[in-house]
């Protein structure tokens, strides 16, 4: 377990990039349980607050950032953010 403190901007990256991988998974049929479980734990997690995630919680946050962040340097985009997120992970 790591303890990860959550500013809104963190949570709201954590939520846009984990909410597409749900969707992608659950529109595959594989089992959503694991990011569902994730989306629900960030989002009651107060602002500003201390959160403990496993590893494994932690690679999935890290696939789904990094993939937001590629996403956005495609569409040439503003990544700074995101990138701040990642380092926070490591």
């Known amino acids: 377990m790591r303890k990860i403190k959550l500013t809104r901007a963190y ?3 954590l939520l846009k ?3 597409p991988y749900y ?3 659950k529109a595959l049929g594989h089992s ?3 990011p569902g479980r994730l989306i629900l734990k960030i989002n009651s997690v107060p602002a500003d607050k201390r ?3 496993s590893v494994e919680e932690i690679h999935l946050m890290r696939i789904t950032i ?3 962040r590629n996403e956005r ?3 040439g985009q503003y990544t700074d953010a995101a990138d701040d997120m ?3 992970l490591f």
């Open 32 to 34: 959503t349980e694991k």
């Open 66 to 68: 990094n993939r937001l």
């Open 86 to 88: 990642l380092l926070k």
């Open 11 to 13: 949570k709201s990256i």
């Open 17 to 19: 990039a984990l909410a």
């Open 73 to 75: 340097l495609a569409k």
């Open 23 to 25: 969707c992608r998974e």
């Open 51 to 53: 959160a403990s995630f």
